[in-house]
């Protein structure tokens, strides 16, 4: 099947900082990417969808000034958490397909963000 | 806002015991797909069941859905304690998209 990575794995900093989060298709091209955000033994929540080359498209509710997404490639989009807060701590993850044609979406294997 | 719900929240059987988990969710849909999660970790993709489907099978997993009730059910036959982890299902509710709306989850325990 195909691979999806993301990087880092986890990270801690401090409140006020901004963090950058990579989400790679490592054997596929990928036009669109989704981001979602976990909080601890609850389900996922999607953020936005990440188009290549063009702006994200962000669900109700997520401020896209605070998590800023950019697919510059169709390898690669990657979320910025900017002006970390504690409130951000959270688990995010990344999906995406092969193509417009697939229904199962292929997951990185998440990043946990502390913010102190 | 999440699709719908899944029940129970949480399961804890004996290894070798069947588990069933449900899941309704509120729209029509194009497909229902069911992922799992083990602990702090990415989702793995089970099983899909497209709208015009009433049950699929693949191994030890039985997935049924009712489109009249708008509720599916993911079965798990002889469980072992590595299918211990988070099941969640998914549907997709725009026409010719990719985006999924994700259950709450059910925290399946398998006790050896």
């Known amino acids: 099947g195909a691979v999806v990575s993301q990087h880092p794995s986890w990270v801690i900093c401090k409140s006020g900082t901004s963090v950058k989060i990579e989400c790679r298709s490592l054997?596929?091209?990928?036009?669109?990417m989704f981001w979602y955000r976990q909080f601890p033994k609850q389900s996922l929540m999607l953020m936005a969808t990440?188009?290549?080359?063009?702006?994200?498209?962000?669900e109700q509710g997520v401020e896209k000034d605070k998590f800023l997404i950019n697919h510059a490639s169709l390898t690669l989009s990657t979320l910025t958490v900017t002006s970390a807060h504690p409130e951000d701590s959270s688990f995010y993850i990344c999906?995406?397909?092969?193509?417009?044609?697939?229904?199962?979406?292929?997951f990185g294997p998440g990043t946990r963000l502390t913010v102190l | 806002s999440q699709q719908g719900e899944e029940d129970p929240q949480a399961l804890s059987i004996q290894e070798g015991e069947n588990a069933t988990m449900n899941c309704s969710y509120k729209t029509s849909i194009n497909n229902l797909q069911w992922y799992r999660q083990n602990s702090g970790r990415g989702l793995v993709h089970l099983i899909l069941i497209r709208s015009n489907e009433r049950e699929k099978h693949s191994g030890r997993l039985r997935v049924t859905l009712d489109t009249s009730k708008k509720s599916s059910s993911l079965l798990i036959t002889a469980s072992r304690a590595a299918d211990t982890a988070s099941y969640f299902c998914?549907?997709?509710?725009?026409?010719?998209?990719?985006?999924?709306?994700f259950g709450q989850g059910t925290r399946l325990t398998i006790n050896p």
């Open positions: 054997d596929f091209q990928a036009t669109t």
């Open positions: 999906s995406s397909s092969p193509d417009l044609g697939y229904n199962e979406q292929f």
């Open positions: 990440s188009n290549e080359g063009s702006k994200a498209t962000y």
């Open positions: 998914a549907t997709d509710v725009i026409q010719g998209a990719q985006k999924l709306v």
